[in-house]
């Protein structure tokens, strides 16, 4: 098993920004992708942002694209989500995650076994 910590979330103002983080020690060992989910008020979770621990390359949503960074540390064992230019749609629960090493590729709409208890982001109008 894999454990996940998200920090970072909170209030802020639309056209704001935010940065998530997430620690996951030992998850170089046990995956190959990394990634962050979104879960609006009310509805189900989805992929927004993937990266490769081998490459590098990341995969956004299209809703995000252009506002959102996704980065990672790996002396530090912590995934990053720079969130620029904030909406009220941004407004939900994040999540960081991570996919098993044993399955191929990584992107936004891989299939992750791992989960980080998520983070609260509120984006006011």
């Known amino acids: 098993r894999v454990q996940l910590v998200e920090s970072g979330g909170g209030s802020v103002q639309s056209e704001g920004s935010l940065r998530l983080s997430c620690t996951a020690p030992g998850a170089s060992s046990r995956s190959k992708c990394m990634g962050w989910f979104f879960q609006p008020p009310g509805r189900g979770r989805d992929g927004i942002a993937a990266?490769?621990?081998?490459?590098?390359?990341?995969d956004y949503r299209d809703t995000v694209k252009d506002r959102f960074t996704i980065s990672l540390d790996n002396a530090r064992n912590t995934l990053y989500l720079q969130m620029n230019s904030l909406k009220p749609e941004d407004t939900g629960i994040y999540y960081c995650a991570v996919r098993d090493r044993s399955r191929p590729g990584c992107g936004h709409r891989s299939s992750f076994h791992w989960w980080g208890h998520g983070a609260q982001v509120t984006v006011s109008a």
């Open positions: 990266i490769s621990l081998d490459t590098g390359v990341t």
